[in-house]
């Protein structure tokens, strides 16, 4: 269990990096996202790699939570449980967010950062230390960068972007989770992020 310090430090970090990053991010760009409220495609399927200081602060934000709600969460729990024991260990996991309700996070002012880089095209290094730039699955469907998007290469091209005619390139940033939950980033504010595991692993 973390202390109310160690939360302190987590929100003020949260506060930093929308602040000082992704805010500017998003806002970078918007002619290539179509995120908005109601659009959960994210939430609905995925393994959400969560981490023990993201986990506690989910529960922190889930007490404030209505009685209904909470009800409508434990059942989807106990669900998502009887999935897990059902399941191959060694096939990936796919689930609805327990937390999604009604096309959308019951606890987005809590979501870990994930759910909050979501959306943006970010850097990636394989495993011979190689940077890839990371699409958003959901260009598949139709929505972030598929404005640009080539699909019979799988890539964002120079033509299509200048094709678009949008002034602002499709940008890549070094916002991975391994560089977010960097101890340079953490430790001066007091917190580590702690375990990490996917969030059915977690309930």
Request: glycine share 4%; proline share 3%.
């Amino acid at each position: 269990m973390y202390t109310q310090e160690e939360i302190l430090g987590y929100k003020i970090y949260l506060e930093i990096i929308e602040k000082r990053m992704l805010n500017k991010y998003f806002e970078n760009q918007k002619p290539y996202l179509c995120c908005k409220k109601g659009c959960s495609y994210c939430c609905e399927k995925g393994e959400f790699p969560t981490t023990e200081i993201e986990m506690q602060y989910l529960y922190y934000g889930f007490m404030f939570l209505s009685d209904d709600v909470k009800k409508n969460i434990h059942e989807k729990i106990t669900k998502l449980k009887e999935l897990k024991k059902q399941h191959s260990v060694e096939k990936e996991l796919l689930y609805e967010c327990p937390f999604l309700i009604n096309n959308a996070c019951c606890l987005y002012e809590y979501r870990p950062i994930i759910c909050r880089t979501h959306g943006l095209m970010f850097f990636l290094t394989d495993k011979n230390g190689n940077l890839h730039k990371k699409i958003p699955y959901c260009v598949n469907l139709g929505l972030n960068y598929a404005n640009v998007y080539d699909t019979e290469q799988k890539i964002i091209t120079t033509e299509k972007w200048q094709q678009s005619g949008i002034k602002v390139e499709p940008n890549a940033f070094n916002i991975s989770r391994k560089i977010l939950k960097s101890k340079d980033l953490t430790e001066p504010l007091g917190f580590i992020f702690g375990e990490d595991k996917r969030m059915i692993d977690w309930l």
